[in-house]
T-cell receptor, first 111, second 114 residues
Framework: EDKVVQSPLSLVVHEGDTVTLNCSYE??????LLWYKQEKKAPTFLFML????IEKKSGRLSSILDKKELFSILNITATQTGDSAIYLC???????????FGAGTILRVKS | DVKVTQSSRYLVKRTGEKVFLECVQD?????MFWYRQDPGLGLRLIYF???????EKGDIPEGYSVSREKKERFSLILESASTNQTSMYLC?????????????FGSGTRLTVV
């Protein structure tokens, strides 16, 4: 059975800290890994990673995929209170469009 | 701007009631999905549909059914609501296999069954 495991489940940091969120996956016929940010409403797309070792960056957020070790990390530098959210990781297989989600990491950034 | 609209943000229903959750997308997407989200469990797939009138079970279909009579609308039905179906329900859509990117989500319906 496909599964995605995220760690830590929750995290509290102070503004300005750097955080690393982890995601390991076991997805049959793996195609890509996606990261989402969820505040009070719908999850919003952050990154999609398909190739190993290629970092994707968007402002203070970056992410990388290791297809050999089957994991991904999401880094957030110089955290701000607006980064407080649930961060979801999901794996997608080659044949369909189903996403298998992890439980999420709840990040709280204190001012 | 593309949109997935869920008809209700909050619902309170009684045990045993039949409950309809509606989801409409305006992007002409082929694929639509229903997930429930519970703390510590993440998003779990209930049902999905790759085309009109087609449906497939996800990981936790028990107690639910779906209907997709039109491409833009995907309804989730709780045949006889129970307290363990109290949850956040998220609908999502996706253009289809050729598109590499992820889903567009609705804002969610928080259902409480009392």
């Amino acid at each position: 059975e496909d599964k995605v495991v995220q760690s830590p489940l929750s995290l509290v940091v102070h503004e300005g800290d750097t955080v690393t969120l982890n995601c390991s996956y076991e997805v049959t016929n793996f195609r890509s890994l996606l990261w989402y940010k969820q505040e009070k409403k719908a999850p919003t797309f952050l990154f999609m990673l398909t190739s190993s070792g290629i970092e994707k960056k968007s402002g203070r957020l970056s992410s990388i995929l290791d297809k050999k070790e089957l994991f991904s990390i999401l880094n957030i530098t110089a955290t701000q209170t607006g980064d407080s959210a649930i961060y979801l990781c999901a794996g997608r297989d080659t044949y369909g469009n189903k996403l298998v989600f992890g439980a999420g990491t709840i990040l709280r950034v204190k001012s | 701007d593309v949109k997935v609209t869920q008809s209700s943000r909050y619902l309170v229903k009684r045990t045993g009631e039949k409950v309809f959750l509606e989801c409409v997308q305006d992007m002409d997407h082929e694929n639509m999905f229903w997930y429930r989200q519970d703390p510590g469990l993440g998003l779990r797939l209930i049902y999905f549909s790759y085309d009109v009138k087609m449906k497939e079970k996800g990981d936790i279909p028990e107690g639910y059914s779906v209907s997709r009579e039109k491409k833009e609308r995907f309804s989730l039905i709780l045949e006889s609501a129970s307290t363990n179906q109290t949850s956040m329900y998220l609908c999502a859509s996706h253009p289809g296999a050729r598109n590499l990117y992820g889903y567009t989500f609705g804002s969610g319906t928080r259902l409480t069954v009392v």
